[in-house]
C-alpha cells in the first residue's frame, strides 16, 4: 500500500498500484485521463479512497463474517497489500458506497489502512443490487442459503426469470431451483444448513416431505445420530412410500360382500343400467341408480314396478 497519504478525507486517483497490481491496468495514462464520475457515464477508472469516505452496502448478501477468518485477511493485507480492489458507487462529493468487497473493506480497517483501491462504478439502486449480489455468489463463500436468499432477490427485486438469473451466475435452472427451494424449509432447518449443522444435500433430501412437522423431526434425528445424506435420502424415501401406501389404502373402497355384488349384478340387469351398492362393515350403505334422459328415468320407474 501507498505509505505516504495526501489529503485524508479526500479520494485520488492512483498511478501505481505496487506489489504486482499495476498489471491489472494495461494503459494507467488514460485512466489518470478520466474525469470525475458522472451519474451518467460509465466509469473504469481506480481510485485509492479513504475508508471512511465508504458506507457499507445496504444489499449486502452476506449475513455473517467470521471473524478468526477476518483477522487473517487483515494479516495478509498488512503484508501484501489489497490484491484484488472493492468496488463502489460515488454517491455525492467524496462520498462512496460499496458495491462488493465488505470483507476486503472491513479486513483493510482492522489491518489499520486509512485508504484502499477501488474501482468506481455508476449504478442505480437495482443494478447496484444485482451487481452485489452476482459478484457476491461468484467471488465469496456463501453458505447455501445465503445463495438461496440471493438467488430470490435477484427474481424478486430484480425482474429476473430463473434462467436469466443461471445465465448471469453460470448455473442451470435446476441448480438455482433447487437453492431457492431450500428457502420453503423451516427457519431451524435454514439456520441449520447457515451454520454447517447438516449439508445442502441433507436439506434437498428433506424438502421433499410435506409436512413441516415430519421435516423437523427427520432434521433431528439427521442431526442426532449423524446420518450421512444417503441415508436421509433413504429414510425420506420410505417415509414417502409408506405414507402413499396408507393413502391408497384409504382411498380404496371397501369390497363389497358377495350377496351385494351378486345384488349389484341383478339390478344392473333388470334396469339396464350399471347399478352401484356401497356399504360398510355394519351393512349400512346405499344403492345409486344412474339415468341419463326421462325417457330412462320412466324406464326404470316401470321396472320397479313391475317386481314390486
Known sequence: MTENMENVGKAKKMTGLGRGLG??????????????????ETVSMMNEIHVEQIEVNPYQPRTHFDGEALQELAESIRYQGIIQPITVRQIGRDRYQLISGERRLQASKIAGLTHIPSY???????????MALIENIQREN?????????????????????????????????TVNNYIRLLKLPPIIQAAVRDNQISMGHARAIINIENPETQLKMFRKTVEEEW????????????????????????????LKH??????????????????????????????????SQEELERILKSIQFES
Open 23 to 40: 498489471a491489472l491496468l494495461q494503459d494507467s495514462d488514460s485512466v489518470n485521463r478520466q474525469s470525475r464520475p458522472s451519474h451518467t
Open 120 to 130: 468506481v462504478r455508476t449504478a442505480n439502486d437495482q443494478q447496484m443490487l444485482e
Open 142 to 174: 456463501l453458505n447455501a442459503v445465503e445463495i438461496a436468499l440471493s438467488y430470490q432477490r435477484l427474481i424478486t427485486d430484480c425482474g429476473l426469470k430463473q434462467e436469466e438469473l443461471g445465465e448471469r451466475v453460470g448455473k442451470n435452472r435446476t
Open 228 to 255: 450421512s445424506v444417503r441415508r436421509v435420502e433413504d429414510e425420506v424415501r420410505n417415509l414417502q412410500l409408506a405414507t402413499e401406501a396408507n393413502a391408497n389404502k384409504e382411498r380404496r373402497p371397501n369390497s
Open 259 to 292: 350377496e351385494f355384488r351378486s345384488l349389484q349384478f341383478k339390478l344392473s340387469s333388470l334396469f339396464g343400467t350399471k347399478v352401484s351398492i356401497k356399504s360398510d362393515d355394519k351393512d349400512k350403505g346405499e344403492i345409486k341408480i344412474p339415468f341419463t
